[in-house]
């Protein structure tokens, strides 16, 4: 009996299987995408440390070498920093003088006038790009008062609250990048200068937002007359350009989704008005695009003033010419003046001195490889000078990365070739000669809507830009 239990039992115990039991698939394919997430997230962690720490410690730089030309670059605009940003250092001994210690992301300006962005979000200093060059960039805060093509010489001077006890000095260049870019031309009406604010350096920017404020404050003020109020909420922008029409835009904004909440009871009072001495506004733009930004402004109760000529401007009013009609004061709190630029005194100075072959008075006058006409030595890029070309920042900015490939080829490092090569390479004109090439127009025009002009496939396509559909 026992046997048999025995047996039985025996019989009644299973051997343990030896197959290997059927792994998970999705336990496998999530330990691989496990594993390769860990991966691109030490990767990417590792890069970004790598990246910051090189941006905070450049390393060490080559020194000044006396065996070297001397490049001098005056300005650190658009051209300016492109060139120096391409540049190869290491060919050369390179000097900035700029009264700016940095580089202005220009397009965005009316965002700061009107309190959208802090200044400092648009501002990159130049010696944080010069630090990172292979041979020392010698940065000086200074504006350029003389430019002497015959003995290549640049005198400066420091323009700023603070001075040395010797602010004046003088320096020898080989080759002269000249890049001082242009000024707000006025045309000579009075009280443009002393009443009415630019749109073209920071602190141009600042200044509009200040007196906006203090418009719309005084405004609120107790006791404020309701035809003053009027005025001092009128806001006039001279320029139908891509600058106007942003400015004109980004005001349109901060009236209605800012200060209508702020100030509500200020809101019926204010007034927007753009005035444009041509037939119409933005000129280099396609018809369908001028139409559509008059539509935009005209739904958004700016008033478009097409061939009105300004007459003058007062702390209270701007006098204006509208076609075939008398002149008109019109009171206002606020003018802005972006209609055009002009060249500076510096600029025309040395014009001056070149009067045979600079016969522009629009800006000087460059051969197809940017070098100024009558001083070889002398390479002229930005709105500085008078091209077939728009004054515009794109235009600048190839420019400025053409001269530094351009001046960038040397073949070796010996000295009897290194004084030769710069002077071979432009007075034979071997390298190819600069051409632009158009990368797009675009204007924001308000109401979280936009403009451009896009060249696809060699044609000019229009796009109507908005914040829910683009077209």
Same mark, same amino acid.
């Given at each position: *009996?026992?046997?048999?239990?025995?047996?039985?039992?025996?019989?009644?115990?299973?051997?343990?299987?030896?197959?290997?039991?059927?792994?998970?698939?999705? $336990?496998?394919?999530?330990?691989?995408?496990?594993?390769?997430?860990?991966?691109?997230?030490?990767?990417?962690?590792?890069?970004?440390?790598?990246?910051?720490? +090189?941006?905070?410690?450049?390393?060490?730089?080559?020194? =000044?070498?006396?065996?070297?030309?001397?490049?001098?670059?005056? &300005?650190?605009?658009?051209?300016?920093?492109? #060139?120096?940003?391409?540049?190869?250092?290491?060919?050369?001994?390179?000097?900035?003088?700029?009264?700016?210690?940095?580089?202005?992301?220009?397009?965005?300006?009316?965002?700061?006038?009107?309190?959208?962005?802090?200044?400092?979000?648009?501002?990159?200093?130049? $010696?944080?790009?010069?630090?990172? +060059?292979?041979?020392?960039?010698?940065?000086? !805060? /200074?504006?350029?008062?003389?430019?002497?093509?015959?003995?290549?010489?640049?005198?400066?001077?420091?323009?700023?609250?603070?001075?040395?006890?010797?602010?004046?000095?003088?320096?020898?260049?080989?080759?002269?990048?000249?890049?001082?870019?242009?000024?707000?031309?006025?045309?000579?009406?009075? &009280?443009?200068?002393?009443?009415?604010?630019?749109?073209?350096?920071?602190?141009?920017?600042?200044?509009?937002?200040?007196?906006? #404020?203090?418009?719309?404050?005084?405004? /609120?003020?107790?006791? %404020?007359?309701? !035809?003053?109020?009027? $005025?001092?909420?009128? *806001?006039?922008?001279?320029?139908?350009?891509?600058? &106007?029409?942003?400015?004109?835009?980004?005001?349109?904004? =901060?009236?209605?989704?800012?200060?209508?909440?702020?100030?509500? !009871?200020?809101?019926?009072? *204010?007034?927007?008005?753009?005035?444009?001495?041509?037939?119409?506004?933005?000129? %280099?733009?396609?018809? !369908?695009?001028?139409?559509?930004?008059?539509?935009?402004?005209?739904?958004?109760?700016?008033?478009?003033?097409?061939?009105?000529?300004?007459?003058?401007?007062?702390?209270?009013?701007?006098?204006?010419?509208?076609?075939?009609?008398?002149?008109?004061?019109?009171?206002?709190? #606020?003018?802005?003046?972006?209609?055009?630029?002009?060249?500076?005194?510096?600029?025309?100075?040395? *014009?001056? +001195?070149?009067?045979?072959? @600079?016969?522009?008075?629009? &800006?000087?006058?460059?051969?197809?490889?940017?070098?100024?006409?009558?001083?070889?030595?002398?390479? /002229?890029?930005?709105?500085?000078?008078?091209?077939?070309?728009?004054?515009?920042?794109?235009?600048?900015?190839?420019?400025?990365?053409?001269?530094?490939?351009?001046?960038?080829?040397?073949?070796?490092?010996?000295?009897?070739?290194?004084?030769?090569?710069?002077?071979? @390479?432009?007075?034979?004109?071997?390298?190819?000669?600069?051409?632009?090439?158009?990368?797009?127009?675009?204007?924001?025009?308000?109401?979280? +809507?936009?403009? /451009?002009?896009?060249?696809?496939?060699?044609?000019?396509?229009?796009?109507?830009?908005?914040?829910?559909?683009?077209?």
């Amino acid at each position: *009996m026992f046997a048999r239990r025995l047996v039985a039992a025996a019989r009644a115990v299973r051997p343990l299987s030896t197959q290997p039991q059927p792994q998970n698939k999705w $336990r496998g394919f999530l330990q691989v995408v496990g594993r390769v997430s860990l991966v691109s997230i030490v990767a990417a962690t590792g890069t970004l440390y790598y990246v910051s720490h +090189k941006e905070r410690h450049p390393g060490p730089q080559l020194p =000044f070498d006396p065996d070297k030309k001397t490049l001098v670059v005056l &300005g650190s605009g658009w051209g300016a920093t492109s #060139l120096l940003k391409h540049l190869d250092t290491e060919n050369y001994n390179t000097i900035v003088i700029s009264p700016k210690n940095f580089f202005l992301f220009t397009p965005l300006l009316p965002s700061v006038a009107v309190g959208t962005l802090a200044a400092r979000s648009i501002l990159q200093p130049t $010696r944080f790009l010069t630090r990172h +060059k292979a041979r020392e960039v010698k940065v000086i !805060e /200074a504006e350029a008062t003389d430019v002497d093509p015959i003995n290549k010489t640049v005198t400066f001077t420091d323009s700023s609250p603070l001075r040395p006890l010797e602010p004046t000095g003088t320096i020898n260049y080989d080759y002269l990048v000249y890049a001082v870019g242009a000024e707000t031309q006025t045309f000579g009406i009075p &009280g443009v200068k002393e009443n009415a604010c630019f749109m073209k350096e920071i602190t141009d920017a600042e200044q509009m937002q200040r007196r906006f #404020l203090d418009c719309v404050e005084t405004a /609120a003020f107790p006791g %404020t007359s309701e !035809e003053e109020k009027r $005025r001092l909420l009128h *806001m006039v922008v001279v320029g139908g350009g891509p600058t &106007g029409i942003e400015v004109a835009g980004e005001l349109h904004d =901060f009236l209605e989704e800012d200060l209508k909440s702020w100030y509500p !009871e200020l809101h019926p009072y *204010m007034r927007l008005t753009l005035v444009e001495a041509l037939p119409s506004v933005l000129p %280099t733009f396609s018809k !369908e695009l001028i139409k559509y930004t008059v539509k935009t402004f005209e739904e958004s109760k700016i008033d478009i003033m097409t061939g009105t000529m300004v007459k003058g401007v007062s702390p209270t009013s701007v006098t204006l010419k509208p076609k075939d009609t008398l002149e008109q004061q019109v009171d206002c709190g #606020l003018v802005v003046w972006a209609a055009g630029n002009t060249s500076r005194p510096i600029t025309k100075n040395l *014009m001056a +001195k070149l009067s045979n072959e @600079q016969t522009n008075k629009r &800006g000087i006058s460059v051969d197809s490889h940017l070098r100024m006409l009558g001083a070889p030595s002398i390479f /002229a890029l930005g709105d500085c000078t008078s091209t077939s070309y728009a004054p515009t920042a794109q235009v600048a900015s190839q420019q400025g990365a053409y001269l530094a490939l351009k001046n960038g080829e040397q073949p070796d490092d010996e000295a009897t070739k290194r004084i030769e090569t710069l002077k071979k @390479q432009v007075g034979k004109s071997r390298l190819n000669p600069f051409e632009y090439s158009h990368q797009g127009s675009l204007a924001y025009i308000g109401s979280d +809507k936009a403009i /451009a002009d896009l060249p696809i496939f060699g044609r000019e396509v229009c796009r109507l830009l908005s914040s829910t559909n683009v077209l």
